[in-house]
């Protein structure tokens, strides 16, 4: 069974940054899109970013343009998300994510496996 496994997840001050990475095993990870979600408190899991399984194309949510940078090395089985600038909105659980299918466009409603979270914090 595939697993996801997120780290890099911590406390931070405004301004600063954080790397967050996502480990696959147990599965294919070459072929799937791959995608990071969060999750604040009190509020719905939101999508953040996503890569195409080449690694060739990439999206954000608006809120994160120009300060996160999703990339992967399917050598490692290993995505990455690089946080800069980071707001205390940015507070949350992170979530990676694997697509349900291969070679098709992840989506919040097509997550095939999910990753048990990491916390950031973002202080002011």
């Known amino acids: 069974q595939v697993q996801l496994v997120e780290s890099g997840g911590g406390l931070v001050q405004a301004g600063g940054s954080l790397r967050l990475s996502c480990v696959v095993s147990?599965?294919?990870?070459?072929?799937?899109?791959m995608g990071w979600f969060r999750q604040a408190a009190g509020k719905e899991r939101e999508f953040v970013a996503r890569?195409?399984?080449?690694?060739?194309?990439?999206s954000y949510t608006d809120s994160v343009k120009g300060r996160f940078i999703i990339s992967r090395d399917n050598a490692k089985n290993t995505m990455y998300l690089q946080m800069n600038s980071l707001k205390p909105e940015d507070t949350a659980v992170y979530y990676c994510?694997?697509?349900?299918?291969?070679?098709?466009?992840?989506?919040?409603?097509?997550?095939?496996?999910w990753g048990q979270g990491t916390q950031v914090t973002v202080s002011s």
């Open positions: 994510a694997r697509s349900n299918r291969p070679w098709v466009h992840i989506t919040s409603a097509g997550v095939g496996s």
């Open positions: 147990g599965g294919p990870f070459t072929n799937y899109d």
């Open positions: 890569i195409s399984w080449s690694g060739d194309t990439t």
